[in-house]
Nanobody, 113 residues
């Protein structure tokens, strides 16, 4: 069964840090582009970061978030530093190759001011 399991969300104060992880099951992880997306209450889902041949970040998180990938463990991580209240959202990991696309279940990040 194909799955992406995300974890690591929680409640943190402004300026704090969290590390999200996403582990893949049931497919050849290294063949896929992996992304983190987030959806804040009342807003559309937006891309945060993507890693494939290189790593890209949304302007809003550049310099604060770091995306890493371990193909041997079928896992990616998103280190989030200097968190802001506007980073509050449900964070989703995504794996995509061509038309194949898989989503994790989401993990909630809440940043208090």
């Amino acid at each position: 069964e194909v799955q992406l399991q995300a974890s690591g969300g929680g409640l943190v104060q402004e300026g704090g840090s969290l590390k999200l992880s996403c582990t893949a099951f049931g497919f050849t992880f290294e063949d896929y582009a992996i992304g983190w997306f987030r959806q804040a209450p009342g807003k559309e889902r937006e891309g945060v970061s993507c890693i494939h041949s290189g790593t890209n970040y949304a302007d809003s998180v550049k310099g604060r978030f770091t995306f890493s990938r371990d193909n041997a463990k079928d896992t990616v991580s998103l280190q989030m530093n200097s968190l802001k209240p506007e980073d509050t959202a449900v964070y989703y990991c995504n794996a995509q190759r061509g038309r194949l696309k898989y989503w994790g279940q989401g993990t909630l990040v809440t940043v208090s001011s």
